[in-house]
């Protein structure tokens, strides 16, 4: 994205529906699709000032063309295609809409996705990352507030050592609520996930700019049991527990069996 220029002209591809091994999202191997949008920026007022020409100019959704603007370096006009190009009037609200959100909004749905701006200095990378960013984060959190996933108070603790692990443990286990069923006397009435995200680095690399750091989770998910209501013999706050739960394990259900045919 962004204005491109330079001294000679830069060849982009059409990288229309092209597909590239890429090992993130679904799993090593998995094809990914690779999208190329380009933004061409306004003129400064300092380059208005100076006389600057344009040399870039979008003459639909998916072409530009280049044509000299010096008179005494003519250069036949030529013409680059793209998935998407952005003209100069647009703002980045638009840009967002037809040339990232889809891209970005794919890791509510658990798919790994980048989105880099490319270009030569202040052709306006910053500038439309910076609003691609935004609008992310608005969309992302509109979209849990939707879904009702938003987990309030959820916190995430540094663990100093395996005691410290134990007394975190059980904070969670007195905070979580149980209550008596004809079927248990002690039944968890609650999901209880523990997500543990270990951080290693190679000792000799550590601190130094090179060094890599390793991050990867495992989690720890005891579900509250699926009951039926006639057998738990539940009424009144038991038997609305049993029906939320019921439906959240249901909803998991579905959630694994979506993944599963996801392509
Ligand atoms: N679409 C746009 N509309 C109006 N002003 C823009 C637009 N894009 C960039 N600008 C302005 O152009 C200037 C350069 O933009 P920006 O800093 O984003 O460039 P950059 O590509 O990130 O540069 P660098 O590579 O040097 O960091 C900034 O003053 C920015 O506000």
């Known amino acids: 994205m962004g204005a491109i220029g ?6 982009w591809d059409k990288v229309d529906g092209a597909e590239t091994a890429n090992g993130g999202g679904g799993g090593a191997g998995k094809l990914e699709k690779i999208l190329v949008s380009v933004r061409l920026r306004p003129l400064s007022d300092k380059e208005i000032a100076r006389g600057d020409p344009a040399e870039w100019e979008c003459i639909n959704d998916t072409t530009i063309i280049s044509r000299s603007a010096y008179p005494d370096r003519p250069t036949a006009p030529t013409a680059y295609s793209f998935d998407r190009v952005f003209h100069s009037d647009c703002n980045t609200k638009e840009v967002y809409e037809d040339g990232a959100k889809a891209v970005a909004l794919s890791v509510v ?3 790994n996705s980048s989105i880099f701006a490319y270009g030569q200095t202040s052709s306006g990378k910053t500038y439309t990352m910076t609003g691609i960013t935004e609008y992310t984060v608005t969309d992302i959190y509109d979209y849990i507030a939707k879904k009702g ?3 309030e108070n959820l916190t ?5 050592n395996s005691e410290h692990l134990k007394e975190l443990i059980s904070v969670c286990e ?21 997500k543990l995200t270990i951080e290693s680095s190679a000792r000799e690399f550590l601190g130094k700019d090179k060094s890599t750091t390793l991050v990867a989770c495992v989690n720890f998910v005891d ?3 699926s009951e039926r209501a006639s057998q738990a013999l539940s009424a009144g706050t038991r038997l609305k527990e049993g029906c939320h739960i019921n439906r959240s394990l249901l909803t998991l259900g579905t959630v694994i ?4 045919l996801q392509p």
Request: aromatic fraction near 6%.
């Open 174 to 194: 007195t905070q979580r609520r149980t209550g008596e069923t004809y079927l248990n006397e002690n039944s968890s009435r609650s999901h209880q996930i523990l």
């Open 223 to 225: 579900l509250a049991g």
């Open 156 to 160: 995430e603790v540094i663990l100093r």
């Open 257 to 260: 069996r979506k993944l599963r």
């Open 109 to 111: 749905s658990g798919i």
């Open 149 to 151: 996933t938003y987990v």
């Open 6 to 11: 330079g001294d000679g002209p830069v060849y």
